[in-house]
């Protein structure tokens, strides 16, 4: 039987640049202003690419993974805003249920809901978030993940003991960079762990595909005045490490 292939979409080039250089037999197809890297990781065939920012780009870029490349589950690695107060840098949040903040069609329907799906939240299936927690779970409790970052780099971003969750996750086509724009989403989503742009648009389209998906989010900065500053440093000197452990470790899992 062939086996199966994974697509791999990281939101920052930096997250994908890394995986892309462990592919074997890589090849190299562009589709629609997109770069995707067929190859294979540690025996396992996958695609890899950046999704792209914001909920359309990202929705576009898994619709050809599907359809172009047919790939049959989605990994989805990046960073985020951290809206729950007890998250900080460099902890991992796991989507287990995946709502869009911006989707508004009151009063034809209720707020967050997703026309013609008719629900709000978009779950990931439970055997690949089981999966997720495991493989995150090995890479932060072996240590192993101070060994590929480096245990400097860590501290200086404040790392020392990373956790990971598993919870709601909030995307929408907004930049999160105040306490004020953080209160209110808050206020409209109280469960929320974290904020980006991109996965529950993911989700929504693997839905419709049928097919698994897993959003993994790594936290790069805590959405308030502070996250313009420090966000960029985060993904030049972190997250980029951090995406090729936890790609790696779940692709073990499979
Ligand atoms: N670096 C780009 C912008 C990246 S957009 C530029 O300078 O033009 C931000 C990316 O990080 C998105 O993929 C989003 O999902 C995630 N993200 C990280 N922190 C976020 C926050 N505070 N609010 C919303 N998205 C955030």
């Not at 025996?43 to 790939?71: D, E, M, Y």
């Not at 960073?79 to 508004?104: E, F, W």
Request: with cysteine; aromatic share 8%.
């Amino acid at each position: 039987m062939r086996q199966k292939t994974i697509g791999v979409m990281g939101a920052m080039p930096e997250e994908v640049n890394g995986i892309i250089q462990l592919l074997t037999d890589s090849e190299e197809v562009r589709l629609g202003m997109r770069t995707y890297y067929t190859g294979q990781l540690n025996g396992v065939p996958i695609v890899v690419v950046f999704s792209r920012w914001g909920k359309v780009a990202a929705a576009t870029t898994v619709s050809t993974l599907i359809l172009h490349f047919n790939v049959s589950e989605i990994i989805f690695t990046g960073v985020a805003g951290a809206i729950d107060s007890g998250l900080n840098a460099g902890d991992i949040v796991i989507g287990k249920r995946l709502i869009q903040h911006d989707l508004d069609g009151r009063p034809l329907m209720k707020q967050f809901e997703i026309p013609l799906l008719g629900v709000q939240y978009l779950e990931a299936p439970p055997e690949a978030l089981e999966r997720a927690v495991k493989a995150v779970h090995t890479l932060l409790d072996g240590n192993h993940l101070f060994s590929a970052v480096g245990e400097k780099e860590l501290r200086t971003f404040g790392i020392v003991k990373p956790k990971v969750v598993a919870g709601d996750i909030a995307s929408g086509d907004q930049f999160f960079a105040s306490s004020k724009a953080k209160e209110e989403l808050l206020q409209k989503l109280p469960g929320v762990l974290c904020v980006e742009m991109e996965g529950a648009a993911v989700a929504q389209v693997c839905y419709e595909y049928g097919i698994s998906f897993t959003v993994l989010r790594t936290v790069s900065d805590t959405a308030d005045e502070q996250s313009h500053i420090d966000f960029p440093a985060f993904i030049e000197k972190i997250s980029n490490k951090y995406s090729i452990e936890i790609v790696k470790n779940i692709l073990q899992c499979l």
